[in-house]
């Protein structure tokens, strides 16, 4: 079970008490999701990310790109451009893409002129959609300057200066690791968020209102993405960006110990010796690495570690939504395991997963209980093995 809400009177008496909304019980779709965050901008909570996006206005939802359709797009009083791709936890197949998928997105807008941007977010053409548009934007705003707001959007395309956050009732903590995407547009200078909204029943019927808790889950760090070199030979200086290569940002063991505290470098030392001592495959990314049990070639993860440089901060996440994917009778595997770490009183939960975010020292022995379950959790897929479907 997630986080309740719980209400309390000013005598410190509980007066009432939520639950989390079981995923089952979910009828909404991504586009009522959309809608949600498109009428109220606020649950997106990019104040929280950047103060320079708190005031966001709702431009256009399905906003066409060369690459594809942008979910939800909106700008700040000052010309900011907001890009939001909403994901939900039943579709996870698309986590996996959704990264590299709003990183085209804002590629896309950075080719655009100010009046192919008026374009795509009004559907009408030529000068009639920048004068469409700023009558939307007068529509809340009519004390803005236009030709002042013209240059700074133009200004946030040219550079590509903008947020984009992933919106979903549940990040999956995998997501995280396709940060290798960043690298694709060194030339950019975008931030990328991650954001949860949890759905919690305010009555028992169905029929009910749902009370909406929106959380910044993760958010990019501050990274070298490119080199610059500006070369001059007497005549106008040519600027050349050379990407950095994935295999350069990736982490290792040793720099990835280097983004711990003391705390995260004795859990996590244990748990990367589960490599030589048990043959563990150890994914490295980015923001953390995953460690696997081999099956025959194929790896499922076992869990995910993050330094305090990565989205999530230094953390330890379970990966139960790989195995209930990958693994034969994964749901009984989850079950059993999640009852095992949550009696260690040492994980967070949320809906599909754990987590152990560092706030508090662990001892020898809980250390060596949570590496003993690891390995309890690895023979337990191997015994059931990988799934078969009808591509295998």
Known sequence: MGKRIVIVNERGEVQKKYLPM?????????????????????LLSAEEIDPDFSNLIPISREVPVKSGSIDALYITPDGKICVVETKLWRNPDAHRSVVAQIIDYAKDLSRMSFEGFCESVTKAKSTESIKVFFRKIKEKHPEINEMKLQQNIQDSLSHGRF??????????????????????????????????????????????????????????KPQVRAVVRILYEEKKPEVVVTPIENDELKLNEDTFM?????????????ILELYETHGFPIHWGTAGFSLNIDLNGKHVPLCYGYGKKAWFGQSLYTAFSDILRKVENGREIVLTF?????????FAETEKELNFKFKKK???????????????????????????????
């Open 22 to 42: 079981p995923s089952e019980a979910r009828y909404f779709s991504e586009d009522l999701l959309q809608k949600m965050i498109f009428e109220e901008p606020n």
């Open 163 to 220: 947020l984009l956050i992933i919106v979903g009732d549940e990040i999956f903590p995998e997501v995280a690791f396709l940060t290798e995407s960043i690298s694709s547009a060194p030339h950019l200078e975008f931030d990328i968020a991650l954001a949860e909204l949890r759905f919690y029943r305010t009555h028992d019927d169905q029929d009910h209102q749902l009370l909406v808790v929106p959380q910044i889950v993760g958010e990019s």
């Open 258 to 270: 280097k983004t711990l505290d003391s705390e995260g470098q004795e859990v996590f030392k244990e």
């Open 338 to 346: 999640r009852e095992k770490l949550r009696r260690t009183k040492i």
């Open 362 to 392: 662990l001892s020898e022995s809980q250390i060596a209980d949570l590496t003993k379950t690891l390995v309890e959790l690895a023979d337990n897929i191997e015994t059931n093995g990988y799934k078969v479907t009808r591509a295998d």
